[in-house]
Every structure is written in structure tokens, then in C-alpha cells.
């Protein structure tokens, strides 16, 4: 029985010592949260959420990657601390983390059911879902999809492509994988193409749906959301590489309610908030809830890109002059 006793005693203590953040979470009554992902999906979250603290009240913020992190960075200057919470990209995250603006924080949560990479080590961030970068397409226009990257450069497909006016994480990524010279090349030869462009991979997938373009560079769960509610969209599967990157939550270092927002990363990164991502058709990072295509070609996006971000941002900008409201 000795063991029994034993468990006993690390239960109760964990008990003892869950209480005093839970009385400290509720007298700070609210979680800030700053973040890229779009507004149902980010609402889908809450609802849970809120129904497991009703004492709390999450207040979101939702832009894209590029206005938080700048958001961020500006209220840091002035001396402003208002967020509690972020969930973004790797590399905004690294930004963030290089301005030492992270907090650590080794959630409980995410000791089991992630893979090797998807946890910093100091406990500054902690992947919540996976972003595949495919080339998406409305069926009812295209017959016979680019089956490669290198395809997308063929005559057929001027003008025919759109992209994120954001994609700076996948521009990098690419050049990352192929080598500079040759992932150069590449883009602009892509670019040489006029793709168009719009501001989000949501609104890019609502316009693929409706047909105002043919093919996409789109993340591979907008795609299988759309066709699962019968859209006519498909994405290709045979793509060298996929680059993939881990859409990660951090606390900030300087947090106006740090113990609820403990409360919130451990939710997020629990099987329940998980399970309420995954109803939204994103790829959750926990591993023993993932499903999909274990075949792809994927490349990680490496943290060390965020050194170079903001000479990837020139240059993608560059590039990838806008061509299209």
C-alpha cells in the first residue's frame, strides 16, 4: 500500500498547489490574448474555455502575424504591457523571444502527447497546431493541377495563382530548403508569373470556394475544412517541400494576469482545447491526436530563420510586388 500512499500524497500537494493560482487567477478575472489565428476558430476556443473558468473573461485580439507582432513590439517600446497570451508563427515568436519579451512557463500539459521540437526547452513557447503550406485548387477550374512547385511557373498559370501578401514564413522556409541562389531564382520567377494577392489564408480559401481564382498557396486545412462542407477544392499532395510550420502560444514576460494566463496555455495545450482546435479542421500538435497525411514531404521551419526575418520580409516584399486589391 506503501505506493498507494505515496500517490495520495503527489495528488494532494499537486491539489495544494493548483489552489493558490486558481485564487490568484480569479482575482485577476481576465486573460488577454493576442493572436493570429482567425475569429470563429479563436471563438470555438473561448467557448470551452470559459465554460471551464466561468470566472474569467478571455478578451481577444486578432490580426495578422505581422500587425501583433508589431503591436507588440510597439506597446514594449512605449513601456505598455496589456497582453497576456500570444499564439502566432515560429518566427514571429522568435522575434518576440530575441527582444526577450517571453515569459517561461513549463505548462503540466506538455509533458505527454508532444513530439521531439513541438516544446522549447526553456519554456518559452509550445506548439498548439501544425500550418502545411500546399498548393490549393478549385476543382470545377482545374482538371489537371501543378503536381510541383516548379509546375507553377509554366505558361498556363500566369496570373492564375494567388498568395498571402504575408507568406514571408513560407518564402523563407523554401529558400531555407532549396539554398538561397536556387530558392531565389525561384521566387522570382514565381513573382515573373503575377500572382495575385490578398491579406489572410482564410479569405484566400473563402475565394478559392467562390472561384475568383484558380489555384492557391493555402494552408492544407483550409482546404480540407472547405471540402469537407462539399466545396469544390482539393490541394496537392506530391509537393517537394511542404513546409510546415508549428503555430506556437507563449505568456508574456511582463504579463498584467499571469495566473490566468498559466490557466489558458495549460487549456490550450490540453486534450480538451486540442480536441477543440481539431474540430476546426486544424492539425493539432499533440501526436496522439493528429491525424492526415503521414507521407508528405515536409520541412520544418527552423527557428534560426527568425535572425533573418526582417531581410526576408524585405525581400519578399520586393519580390512580390502587389499586383492585385
Request: hydrophobic residues 45%; charged residues 25%.
Amino acid at each position: 500500500m506503501r505506493w498507494f500512499a505515496a500517490l495520495s500524497f503527489v495528488l494532494a500537494a499537486g491539489a495544494m498547489a493548483a489552489e493558490p493560482r486558481m485564487d490568484e487567477a480569479r482575482r485577476e478575472g481576465e486573460v488577454v490574448w493576442y493572436t493570429a489565428m482567425n475569429v470563429p476558430d479563436a471563438e470555438a476556443v473561448k467557448k470551452p474555455f470559459v465554460e471551464r473558468y466561468p470566472f474569467l473573461t478571455l478578451t481577444i485580439l486578432r490580426s495578422t502575424g505581422e500587425k501583433v507582432r508589431t503591436r507588440i513590439l510597439t506597446e514594449a517600446r512605449a513601456g505598455r504591457h496589456t497582453w497576456d497570451v500570444v499564439s502566432f508563427n515560429l518566427l514571429d515568436i522568435e522575434a518576440l523571444n530575441r527582444e526577450g519579451l517571453l515569459g517561461a512557463y513549463a505548462s503540466p500539459e506538455a509533458r505527454t502527447g508532444y513530439p521531439a521540437g513541438a516544446v522549447d526547452p526553456d519554456g518559452r513557447w509550445a506548439a498548439i497546431y501544425v500550418r502545411q503550406y500546399v498548393i490549393g485548387y478549385n476543382t470545377r477550374l482545374v482538371k489537371q493541377p501543378p503536381q510541383s512547385w516548379r509546375d507553377l511557373l509554366a505558361p498556363p498559370w500566369m496570373g492564375k495563382l494567388a498568395l498571402d501578401e504575408s507568406d514571408v514564413e513560407w518564402y523563407a522556409a523554401m529558400l531555407d530548403y532549396w539554398g538561397r541562389d536556387k530558392g531565389l531564382a525561384y521566387m522570382r520567377a514565381l513573382a515573373a508569373q503575377k500572382p495575385q494577392q490578398r491579406r489572410g489564408h482564410s479569405l484566400l480559401s473563402r475565394l478559392l470556394v467562390a472561384g475568383e481564382f484558380p489555384l492557391a498557396l493555402i494552408h492544407a486545412a483550409e482546404v480540407e475544412k472547405e471540402k469537407q462542407d462539399g466545396a469544390p477544392v482539393d490541394w496537392v499532395k506530391m509537393l517537394d517541400p511542404v513546409v510546415t510550420s508549428p503555430s506556437q502560444v507563449a505568456i508574456a514576460a511582463k504579463a498584467p494576469h499571469p495566473a490566468a494566463a498559466r490557466l489558458f496555455v495549460d487549456f490550450l495545450l490540453s486534450e480538451p482545447g486540442q480536441r477543440a482546435i481539431a474540430a476546426r479542421g486544424r492539425v493539432p500538435a499533440r501526436s496522439d491526436l493528429a491525424t492526415g497525411a503521414a507521407a508528405l514531404k515536409v520541412h520544418y521551419v527552423s527557428p534560426r530563420l527568425a535572425a533573418d526575418f526582417n531581410r526576408y520580409e524585405r525581400e519578399f516584399r520586393a519580390i512580390f510586388a502587389r499586383s492585385a486589391p
